[in-house]
Each structure stands twice: as C-alpha cells, then as structure tokens.
C-alpha cells in the first residue's frame, strides 16, 4: 500500500477564514511531506471539473510527474437520490457531475473517482429518526411504516449509481464507493448495493473510521468481505466526545495515532494487507479543526496533520512489510522541522 495527501484539508472549508491554498500548492505539499500521491478533491475551490480547463489538466499532470507522485482519486461527494419536486433533477446533475469526474481522471490519468451513495449534512435526512427500523425519508405516513419511502431512495440510489458506474467502465475508470449515511448505513449495506448495481466498475472505498466497530475480529471480517473490492480508503479518525455523565454528545477528527485516537490502526493495516489491498491509504481533514486555544485552524495545523498521519501509518505498514512505495520517511522527518515551528501569540 501507499500513502496519498487529499487536498480537501486545504479548501478553507474548514479553517479559518484566508485559510486556504490553491490546487497546487497543496499538491506540492504532498510531496514536500513524503507521500507517495495526491487526491484531488473535485469541487471549489479546489478541483471542480469545469475550472480545470485542457491546458491546466495537463499542466497538473506535468506538475505530478516533476513532482513524483502518483496521481490519486478524484474525490467526490454525491447524492444520487431524485429531489422532492417533480421538476426538480437534482440526480441527473450529479449523474453528469459524475461523468466530469471521470474525464478528468482519465485526462489526469487517475483510475478511481471517490463516490457516495447520498450525504445529507452529518450523515442524516431531517426525518431519519421518524423511521420504523429503517431511516424515514419523509414525515410519519403509512409509506414510513411500511419503508416505503426507505427502499424508493434505496432504488433511486441504485438506479443513479448503476448509470455512473457504466459512463466509469466505458472510459475504464473504477467508481470506488465509501460507506457513508445515509443510503449505505454500514458495510453490508454498500455490499448489497454494489451486488444489485451489477457493474464491476463499481467497487469499494473502505474506511476505518466508518467501520461499525472497532474489535478486532470485526475489523478483520469486515475488511475480508471487501477482498477483490476495496480499490481506496481514507486515514482519519474519530474521536467521540461525552458528557461527565457519559452521555455521547457528539464527534471530532484526531490524527492517527494521536493519543486521543481510539481507532484500531495496526489491525487494519494488517487485514488490508492480508487481503492483497496494493491500493491507497489517503490522509483527508473534512471537519472543522478546532485548537486548543478554541480558534478555528490554520495551514499550519493542517500541515502538521497531515505530517503526523503520514509518519504513523507509514510506520505501521513498514512494520508489517506492506509498504509498497518509495519514499523515504526521512523526507517527512525534514518537513516535520519546518513545519513545526513556534506559533505567533494571536490576540
């Protein structure tokens, strides 16, 4: 396996304001760091399809090969479901959205465009919890008790994926599908999706921190289920955050291998490896850093996230000889000087 930068962490989407870099400049970083690949993020400001136009697409190849890496995913957030208005086409944009995807993998000369199934906001529809077993999709109805409403986003979904899957497999690109809310719940529902979609262009993005458990011999079914599937995976992890009473309030990322990070790495490095997994292991910052001192983070802190990331996943998969690239960890320790430096006091 090797080690990919994905530059969502330099969007500004969550840092604070003037927080951000251009395309680039975070693809630069990846190499100044030590990874092996970057991961493009499709949308603005960063790599939205329609904003990369021939000359840049091929200046950012050119940019990849000066730079040695390798040319990663092209990551996007989709929602495949069909709008609550019958002259609403929210799908067919995203099934066209999709196939810009591709093109710019193959005019970059990436193999996998990231997709999800549905994602509304963190992870669920305002009705979810109106649901009678299964997530609702609209208010409470006899449709909701009958999951009605549930398996007609499920077909929506299926239908809308099965599409983009057969544009990736004429251009031979692979659709790797994150487990993600709301659609595909858990593990075993991206399975079945994927076995009723029937296209095997489309195939899995396995992420740790989505797993339903984190025991061992959970990580390892989970991760053998996905043999001769999983085609790229993101690295972060997820710290659950509780009351003095132990009541779970909510979430926050934390690097690997921090000491808030409750996420079984080794296992997973191990499982994956175990399946014959040659694929990426992608770093990605997608939720508000918030610093010690409460401010909203700078490119600093994303650098050194992704700087301490790099150094503990890559030191797993070198301790269990799975490590398939050619970069050095002394490039990252380097980086690790300059980056991490004394910080400015802020008023």
Request: glycine share 8%.
């Amino acid at each position: 396996m090797r080690f990919s930068l994905d530059v969502i962490g330099y969007g500004g989407y969550f840092t604070a304001p003037g927080e951000s870099l251009p395309l680039e400049e975070a693809v630069r970083r990846a190499a100044k760091f030590g990874y092996d690949a970057a991961c493009l993020y499709a949308h603005r400001p960063l790599g939205f399809p329609l904003d990369l136009s021939a000359d840049r697409r091929k200046a950012l190849a050119n940019l990849f090969a000066e730079l040695d890496l390798e040319m990663g995913a092209i990551v996007a957030c989709t929602n495949f479901q069909e709008g609550n208005h019958v002259l609403l086409y929210p799908q067919e944009k995203e099934i066209l959205y999709v196939r810009e995807c591709i093109r710019l993998a193959k005019d970059l000369g990436s193999k996998i465009v990231r997709v999800l199934a549905a994602f509304y906001g963190y992870f669920q529809n305002p009705y979810a919890g109106m649901g009678y077993g299964f997530p609702a999709f609209e208010s409470r109805s006899r449709r909701v008790s009958r999951c009605e409403d549930w398996l007609e986003a499920w077909h929506q979904v299926r239908a809308g994926l099965r599409e983009a899957a057969l544009y990736a497999q004429d251009e031979g690109i692979t659709l790797a599908l994150q487990t993600h809310p709301e659609i595909t719940g858990n593990n075993a529902e991206t399975l079945q999706l994927i076995a009723e979609v029937g296209v095997p262009s489309l195939k899995v993005g396995l992420d740790l921190p989505l797993l339903e458990s984190q025991e061992p011999d959970f990580i390892r079914k989970t991760v053998e289920s996905m043999r001769g599937l999983m085609v790229y995976s993101h690295t972060i992890s997820l710290k659950k955050n509780y009351t003095v009473g132990g009541a779970y309030y909510g979430w926050e990322e934390v690097t690997p291998g921090s000491p808030d990070d409750p996420l079984n790495w080794e296992v997973f490095i191990q499982a994956v490896r175990d399946i014959g997994y040659d694929g990426l292991l992608s770093a990605e910052q997608c939720s508000p850093v918030v610093t010690k001192d409460h401010r909203l983070g700078t490119i600093q802190d994303i650098d050194e996230r992704y700087i301490e990331s790099l150094e503990y996943l890559k030191g797993l998969a070198i301790k269990h000889r799975c490590y398939t690239g050619h970069k050095d960890l002394a490039i990252t320790a380097e980086a690790r000087k300059e980056v991490f430096r004394p910080r400015q006091d802020v008023a």
